[in-house]
C-alpha cells in the first residue's frame, strides 16, 4: 500500500505553536503526531509514503531524514510551489496512479486500522472511500423552526445533534484523479461533492475507533492525555 499524508498547512489554529513548527511536528507526549502516524501505517502494511510539504517543510524532511521511521517506510516529499488544498496536492503527486492509495491529513490522532480500510475501499469497488465518525454536538440556545411566512412552528430546547463526519483519512481510487486538475486548488468537500454528482461510488467507512483532529490548542491538550492514557491502543508494543 502507499499513503499520501498532506502536510503544507499553516496551522494557524494552533498558533503560536506552529509559527516556529510545521503542525505535524507538534508533540504528543514524546512524539510527534506525524511520527505516532507513520509508525502505524507501517505497522498497517504501508509500504511507502509521499508526504505533501508547504510551510516549514524543511523540518519536516529534516527530522524524518533523522528518525527511526524514517527507515522503515520508503518516504517521498512532494512540494507544493502554493497551498492547493486538502484534495489539490494530490494533481501532482508522481507514480501514485497504479493502485488504490490512502490520503490523509498529517495531524490525526486515530487508532484507525488503515489496512482495514483500505480492504473495505477494494470491497467497495469505490471510487472514492471516506474514513468517517459519529460526532455529537450540544447547542446552547433554544433552536426554532420557522416557516416561510414568519410564524415559528416548533422550539426546541439546547438539542442535541447528532451526525457523520469526515475523520480527514480517505482512499483515492486512480480513476478519480482526472477530477483534480494539477495546480488548481482544490478542497476534498468539493472533491467528494463533485463525484457524486458525476455519478462515482463515495463510500464511507465508519469504523470503531478513537479519533481526534488536533484543530485547535484544547484538542491538542486533550489528544496529549488520550495518547498518555492509551498509548498501548496507539502504537502497540511500543516503549
Known amino acids: 500500500m502507499k499513503a499520501v499524508i498532506l502536510a503544507g498547512g499553516q496551522g494557524k489554529r494552533l498558533r503560536p505553536f506552529t509559527s516556529v513548527l510545521p503542525k505535524p511536528l507538534i508533540p504528543i507526549d514524546d512524539r510527534p503526531i506525524l511520527d505516532i ?121 439546547k438539542p442535541r445533534l447528532d451526525y457523520a463526519a469526515s475523520m480527514g483519512v480517505y482512499v483515492y481510487s486512480p480513476g478519480i484523479l482526472p477530477f483534480i486538475r494539477p495546480n488548481t486548488y482544490l478542497d476534498a468537500p468539493t472533491l467528494v461533492v463533485n463525484l457524486i454528482e458525476a455519478g462515482r461510488k463515495v463510500y464511507a467507512h465508519a469504523p470503531d475507533c478513537r479519533w481526534i483532529d488536533m484543530g485547535n490548542p484544547g484538542e491538542h491538550e486533550r489528544a496529549c492525555e488520550e495518547f498518555i492514557t492509551h498509548r498501548d491502543l496507539y502504537l502497540p508494543g511500543a516503549a
Open 37 to 157: 502516524l507513520l509508525n502505524q501505517l507501517a505497522n498497517h502494511g504501508v509500504t511507502e509514503v509521499v508526504i505533501a510539504l508547504n510551510y516549514l517543510g524543511s523540518l519536516i524532511q529534516s527530522y524524518l531524514e533523522a528518525s527511526e521511521v524514517g527507515k522503515r517506510l520508503k518516504i517521498r516529499y512532494h512540494w507544493e510551489s502554493q497551498p492547493l488544498g486538502t484534495a489539490g496536492a494530490i494533481g501532482t503527486v508522481e507514480d501514485i496512479a497504479d493502485a488504490p492509495f490512502l490520503v490523509m491529513n498529517g495531524d490525526l490522532l486515530t487508532t484507525l486500522n488503515f489496512a482495514e480500510m483500505y480492504a473495505a475501499h477494494l470491497a467497495q469497488g469505490a471510487d472514492l472511500t471516506v474514513g468517517t465518525t459519529r460526532l455529537s454536538v450540544q447547542v446552547q440556545l433554544g433552536v426554532l423552526d420557522i416557516s416561510e411566512a414568519g410564524l415559528i412552528t416548533g422550539y426546541h430546547e
